[in-house]
Nanobody, 121 residues
């Protein structure tokens, strides 16, 4: 499975962005898809995840501001980000795995290349 993330950019604080992640290959067996982010000098951290059935999980830092979604075929993943703050600045990665949702990066087997999100103050 190959993942291709897009949609990053520069946005002022309080603004919005929508990230997309296109999956190709044998996606029918993927269960969980997720977004992670990594700021300079920091470890990669969990942002949000969604299962094929639509169950979602969010990091506390983005609850109420970010919304993860997935199309019915399961081939496209999205992250709607509202009320952005400078602390959201990071490279955002989409990831996928075949089993249950987890929040640890090491448990995901497939990764996209990352897209930069920069929030100016």
């Amino acid at each position: 499975v190959q993942l291709q993330a897009s949609g990053g950019g520069l946005v002022p604080a309080g603004g919005s962005l929508k990230l997309s992640c296109a999956a190709s290959g044998p996606t029918f067996s993927l269960n969980s898809m997720a977004w992670f982010r990594q700021a300079p000098g920091k470890e990669r951290e969990f942002v949000a995840a969604i299962t094929r059935s639509g169950n979602t999980n969010y990091a506390d830092s983005v609850k109420g501001r970010f919304t993860i979604s997935r199309d019915n075929a399961g081939n496209n993943l999205y992250l709607q980000m509202n009320s952005l703050i400078p602390e959201d600045t990071a490279v955002y990665y989409c990831a996928a795995k075949y089993f249950a949702v987890t929040t640890t990066p090491g448990s995901y087997t497939n990764w996209g290349q990352g897209t930069q999100v920069t929030v100016s103050s």
